[in-house]
């Protein structure tokens, strides 16, 4: 899978709705794959199996 940006979009729960920033696609993923202290609005980028917080 190439690198993507997502934006957190809604968290409910232990779950986070991703948003890609260039298509609008809506990923449902688990808080736990996240680095730690992301909330609704974050910025992340995906690459290798990793998301890092970008600004």
């Known amino acids: 899978m190439e690198p993507k940006d997502y934006v957190i979009s809604k ?3 232990e779950y986070a709705h991703l948003k ?3 298509s609008g696609e809506e990923l449902f ?4 794959l996240l680095p730690l202290g ?3 609005g974050t910025k992340l980028h995906y690459e290798m199996l990793s998301y890092t ?3």
């Open 20 to 22: 890609d920033v260039e």
């Open 38 to 40: 992301v909330d609704v």
């Open 53 to 55: 917080i970008i600004e």
């Open 11 to 13: 968290i409910e729960g």
């Open 29 to 32: 993923i688990a808080m736990a």
